[in-house]
């Protein structure tokens, strides 16, 4: 039986948060056929740019530019295709033009299931405005006299990928999703971003953690690697397990 083809949205506040944290989840679903889109709200070019800032002669324009580099090979190397907004970042600031184009997405891709950040991260209140911003995009794609190009979308589920530092969010685990089969993907992917290279080490360390965390739980004792995420909404079904 033919499984019947997905589409995944990935809601990126900067270029690097939707590698490091769901270019697992990415991978995956590409590697199936499904169509997966990531909507990058800003390039992270005056927070998330460590390592370009310590070069002489930085200009915020140039680090746009290889910031943007970097996330269009990421997104290819993991098999999506990326829509960039430049709506800034530290802070991040959505307008109401941003915001219609954003409703515009969600309708145009259709997504199953969407993916972004924890609703409070208190080191980074951007990816609070992210999280804040696609609930409200949603709910606008819903509604039917909200009148677009595209029609009204239905209910997609709405997955958090980790944060930086899971236990000052509040996030807690209920899916620890296998990538195993995509890691290689995601490590390249993850090597594309070389003004967070010092994350590199991070997130592939800790994706060996949630693989041992995912056996211990009941998976195959072949996973070796795998992702944290959490379901915003009720999984609905007639079976208990």
């Not at 184009?101 to 208190?122: F, G, K, Q, S």
């Not at 009204?152 to 089969?181: K, N, R, Y």
């Not at 211990?216 to 996973?223: E, H, L, V």
Request: glycine letters at 8%; proline letters at 3%; charged letters at 25%.
């Amino acid at each position: 039986m033919t499984q019947q083809k997905q589409s995944l949205v990935v809601f990126s506040a900067h270029s690097g948060d939707f590698v490091w944290r769901a270019g697992g989840a990415i991978a995956l679903s590409a590697s199936r056929g499904d169509d997966v889109h990531v909507i990058c709200l800003s390039f992270g070019e005056r927070g998330e740019s460590q390592g370009l800032w310590r070069r002489e002669g930085m200009t915020l324009d140039e680090a746009k530019r290889i910031r943007r580099d970097e996330a269009t090979q990421a997104a290819e190397t993991l098999g999506a295709d990326i829509d960039f907004l430049d709506l800034g970042d530290y802070p991040l600031r959505v307008d109401d033009a941003a915001f219609n184009r954003i409703v515009e997405l969600l309708r145009l891709y259709r997504a199953d299931t969407i993916i972004t950040h924890v609703a409070n991260d208190p080191y980074n209140r951007d990816h609070n405005l992210a999280h804040e911003t696609l609930l409200q995009a949603r709910m606008v794609a819903q509604a039917m006299g909200h009148l677009t190009d595209n029609p009204p979308i239905g209910a997609p589920q709405v997955l958090m990928f980790e944060p930086h530092q899971p236990e000052m969010c509040g996030f807690s685990v209920d899916l620890l999703l296998d990538i195993t089969e995509v890691f290689d993907r995601k490590q390249a992917a993850m090597k594309c971003m070389g003004a967070q290279d010092h994350l590199v080490d991070y997130y592939t360390e800790l994706a060996g953690r949630r693989g041992v965390q995912a056996v211990r739980n009941g998976g195959a004792k072949s996973i070796t690697h795998a992702e944290a995420h959490a379901r915003l909404f009720p999984v609905v079904g007639s079976e208990l397990i």
